[in-house]
């Protein structure tokens, strides 16, 4: 098992920036991939960003590229987020996997999920 745990979300003025954290613990694996979800209100969970187990790779979905920025440091996932937009508004959440590439975009096949961190954005 892998327990995820999720921090840094809060309020924002659209423009501004926040780092969120995703520390694993419990059976870690250190070739496992990490991402980031997100889940606004009456929408679908979608794919935000992943890291490969190095870290030497990374993917974003489009509307995030040159705002966001996915790192790891051993057991922690680091998300970047800056210039937020209130669409960026949220709950995001971390997930890993062993077994996901990190062009891997469902849901459904990442395995282990943390609780979610709110994201608000004001306009």
């Known amino acids: 098992q892998v327990q995820l745990v999720e921090s840094g979300g809060g309020l924002v003025q659209a423009g501004g920036s926040l780092r969120l954290s995703c520390v694993a613990s419990?059976?870690?694996?250190?070739?496992?991939?990490m991402g980031w979800f997100r889940q606004a209100p009456g929408k679908e969970r979608e794919f935000v960003a992943a890291?490969?187990?190095?870290?030497?790779s990374a993917y974003y979905t489009d509307s995030v590229k040159g705002r966001f920025t996915i790192s790891r440091a051993d057991d922690t996932v680091y998300l970047q987020m800056n210039s937020l937009k209130p669409e960026d508004a949220a709950v995001y959440y971390c997930?890993?996997?062993?077994?996901?590439?990190?062009?891997?975009?469902?849901?459904?096949?990442?395995?282990?999920w943390g609780q979610g961190t709110q994201v608000t954005v004001s306009s």
């Open positions: 997930a890993a996997d062993p077994q996901v590439a990190i062009t891997a975009t469902d849901p459904n096949i990442y395995n282990y």
């Open positions: 890291i490969s187990w190095s870290g030497g």
């Open positions: 419990g059976r870690t694996f250190r070739a496992i991939t």
